[in-house]
């Protein structure tokens, strides 16, 4: 990442030419695969065209996270929201209800929507959410792009609500911060998942549960119920259906290699490989839509395993590691690993 003094560039959107100005040039930022600051209601985002892998593997890059979680996917409205995921009846009277507004449904990801792997962490479900801040709105709609967007803070800090608290935890890591002025609602979205008539809050934030239940007319089920510690704690996460063997240096004939660095992967004839340069945000870019071709690939050649080249455990290398530890782990526990980094 350039290194430059002058980073990160705060443009001031408090009135409306300035905005318009702002919102341009973050666009075209967001279009060549930059990251971008934005100011929503709930609480300053770190925006990536969600469309394109790498500019969602620099955001964990930036962040500084030990480990891939699911990204919320910021769109301009139902409509927008109605290429990448399937609504039911009840996810569809959520969103006409609350959005645009601090809620993010959880729901079934439609398959060949083109968007990065990475955003969802190779779940088949997807976070969604209209954010009502008008400046995420016009970002959203100038860019054309759906955004990949946690919290614009370092891991492990608190979330910003300002744009200095952007520019005091992540420096130069952001190139542009749009000041949007102080969050107005301050606080997380709240997330829902629904699966076709049942909606499980995951995480409380800026919309009551109450609101909520009064729009579906019954209680949302818990997490606790359904005999997962605690919200904020539960976590999918992605696992192919082939046995999965870590840190193979050197694979077998009947397996499927996914690789990292210089290696033509031989004697495994299906091979990828993460990042031939050993780079490892390309590397972070290619990981679940490997695994998900690799697989494929297993199943249809009924090959015995997929086997990974030890990926260094530095930078991205230790989400990256993070990730292929649970997804190599023994079935049964799903969702019950693992703590959230919520944004
Ligand atoms: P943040 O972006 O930091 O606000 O965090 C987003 C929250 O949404 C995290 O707690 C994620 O685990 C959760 N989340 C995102 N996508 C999904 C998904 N597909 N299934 C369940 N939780 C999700
Ligand atoms: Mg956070």
Known sequence: ?????????????????????AVERAAALINSGELVAMPTETVYGLAADATDDRAVARIYEAKG???????????????????????????????????????????????????????SAGLETLAVRAPASPLAQALIRI???????PSA???????PTRADHVR??????????????????????????????????LRPGGVAREAIERVTGRRLETPERLGVEAPGMLESHYAPKARLKLNVAKPGADEAYIAFGKHDGAPARVVYNLSDRGDLVEAA?????????????????GLYAIAVAPVPNEGLGE???????????????????G?????
């Open 285 to 301: 870019a290619n990981l679940f839509a490997h695994l998900h071709a690799a697989d494929r690939m297993a199943s249809a050649l």
């Open 153 to 159: 803070n370092r891991s492990g800090s608190i979330s």
């Open 319 to 337: 989400a990256i590691n993070d990730r292929l530890k649970r997804a190599a782990a023994p079935r049964g526990n799903d969702g019950k690993t």
């Open 168 to 201: 005091d935890s992540l420096g130069d890591r952001v190139g542009l911060i749009l000041d949007g002025g102080p969050s107005a609602v301050g606080v997380e979205s709240t997330i829902v998942k629904v699966d076709g008539d049942r909606a499980i809050l």
């Open 65 to 119: 996270r030990p480990s891939f979680n699911p990204l919320i996917v910021h769109v301009a409205d139902l409509k927008m929201a109605r290429r990448y995921v399937d609504f039911s009846p009840l996810a569809e009277k959520i969103a006409a209800e609350f959005w645009p507004g601090p809620l993010t449904l959880v729901l079934p990801r439609k398959g060949d929507a083109g968007l990065s792997l990475l955003a």
């Open 143 to 149: 860019s054309g792009k759906p955004l990949a967007a």
């Open 339 to 343: 703590r959230q980094d919520s944004a």
């Open 1 to 21: 990442m350039a290194k430059n003094s002058l980073r990160p560039e705060i443009l001031d959107a408090a009135t409306p030419a300035a905005a318009a100005l």
